[in-house]
């Protein structure tokens, strides 16, 4: 659709606010808000008047509004005079303005954005809060536990396996039991 | 800036490789070339153009739809739904154009 402007850019202006996940493999410009996550394969840059509340994974960030949240960019960072930023920065490369705020801890050097892409990665379980959707009763209903745990009744230990489990029983069993169990 | 201040659309534009998963809100004129699910709410025109996709409910003062919209859509003046639109869900507004070519599955109230 695209192919004569070869690199598009969004943006999200003053009067507009995102709460949820961006991604996307072009330039973005922020001069309005967004809350939650972004991932982008180029540039973020976040202008005067506006921010970004997020876990941001870039390939390039120049700041000249507020950023508040950890950011991993795989080229570079820039904060310009008027950047306001809170977190930690991971990246090659790295540079402040004068005048520009920063609090938060940075990373530089190659292989530091792998290396924390790699870490984010593993503990990302944790998604951040998700904006209502199109399919949240369907969602909500997959969701309800679809077998309600059994009633504990004496039935129970037959279907238990016979084999016993020493570790789960000291684990749940009262002191003198524990005591039993660690003498046999 | 140089690169969007000769796009005719309006001051929010997401780029037909951007995906976001949420709820967009604004007060300004939204152009949609990428893909939306979630929830959008804007005080202006939301534009969605050719190969955009938005799978959201959808509040606005006035929508033109060129792409893909899956949701039901709440708009205050007028509904325009272009030759190459795809509409799926309930369409809500005093006003309501369907062009020749489009395609719409979902009901219409026009409060009559």
């Known amino acids: 659709m695209a192919d004569k402007d070869v690199r598009e850019t969004t943006v999200i202006g003053a009067e507009t606010r995102i709460s949820g996940e961006v991604r996307g493999d072009e330039d973005l410009v922020v001069r309005g808000r967004i809350d939650g996550r972004v991932q982008l394969t180029e540039t973020l840059t976040v202008e005067a008047g506006g921010v970004v509340q997020a876990d941001i994974e870039v390939k390039n960030l120049v700041v000249s509004g507020v950023v508040v949240g950890n950011v991993v960019a795989s080229a570079s960072v820039k904060l310009l005079a008027k950047a306001r930023v809170i977190g930690d920065v991971t990246a090659p490369r790295f540079t402040m303005e004068e005048g520009a705020a920063y609090k938060g801890r940075v990373e530089m050097g190659e292989g530091e954005a792998a290396r924390a892409l790699e870490k984010r990665a593993s503990r990302s379980v944790e998604t951040p809060r998700q904006a209502p959707r199109l399919a949240a009763p369907a969602r909500a209903a997959a969701a309800a536990p679809r077998h309600a745990a059994p009633p504990r009744v004496a039935a129970a230990p037959v279907a238990r396996p016979a084999l016993p489990r020493p570790e789960t029983a000291a684990g749940v069993a009262p002191a003198w039991a524990k005591k039993k169990l660690r003498r046999r | ?112």
């Open chain 2, 1 to 112: 800036m140089a690169k969007d201040k000769d796009r005719p659309m309006g001051n929010t534009v997401i780029g037909s490789s951007i995906v976001i998963d949420g709820e967009i809100t604004g007060e300004e004129p939204l152009t949609i070339l990428g893909t939306v699910k979630g929830k959008i709410v804007v005080a202006q025109n939301l534009t969605v153009e050719p190969g955009a996709t938005v799978e959201a409910n959808v509040e606005a003062q006035s929508l033109t739809v060129s792409g893909r919209v899956t949701g039901n859509v709440t708009v205050r003046e007028r509904v325009e739904l272009r030759s190459d639109a795809k509409m799926v869900g309930d369409v809500k507004s005093p006003r309501v154009v369907i062009a020749d070519g489009a395609s719409f599955k979902g009901n219409v109230d026009m409060d009559v």
